[in-house]
């Protein structure tokens, strides 16, 4: 597990990568438990790992953007 924090101008929050055979598992923290997303890349992955954060996702992204370039 790759652990990566990203941040927004509200809060941050702790996200978790892991590759699986080509394909992306990521975990977020949420208040409400974590969040789980998958797909064939690591920010798709994470998109959907950020669904609880609807409106700040970009800005959550954002901030990892030079983590997350050497991913696929």
Do not use: K
Not at 13 to 21: A, H, K, S, T, W
Not at 44 to 69: K, T, Y
Request: glycine residues 6%; contains cysteine.
């Amino acid at each position: 597990m790759q652990p990566v924090r990203l941040y927004c101008s509200l809060f941050h929050v702790d996200v978790r990568l892991r590759e699986f055979n080509g394909r992306w598992l990521a975990s977020a923290d949420t208040p409400d438990g974590p969040s789980l997303g998958w797909g064939m890349s690591a920010v798709g992955a994470l998109w959907m790992a950020l669904e609880p954060f609807d409106e700040v996702i970009e800005e959550l992204l954002a901030s990892a953007s030079n983590e997350l370039a050497a991913r696929p």
